[in-house]
């Protein structure tokens, strides 16, 4: 999530461009909104990988069990 942040230094549209809208400016707001959306893409990031983590695990103990 942060290289997705810091990409619009190289024009690359994204989550970046109300960070550097907000330095640009000088305003806080879109520089809070742009931590509050990182950090939230962040956290549904960790719970994504999460979910599929514990699935794998699941299904690796079921196929060890059935092949015992």
């Known amino acids: 999530m942060a290289i997705a942040t810091i990409a619009s230094t190289i024009s690359a549209s994204g989550l970046g461009d109300l960070l550097f809208e907000g330095l640009q400016t000088g305003r806080v707001v879109p520089i809070l909104w742009e931590t509050i959306l990182t950090v939230v893409l ?13 699935i794998m695990i699941s299904d ?3 196929a060890e069990k059935g092949g015992n």
């Open 60 to 62: 690796w103990r079921d």
């Open 42 to 54: 962040t956290i549904v990031g960790i719970i994504i990988l999460k979910l599929v983590e514990n």
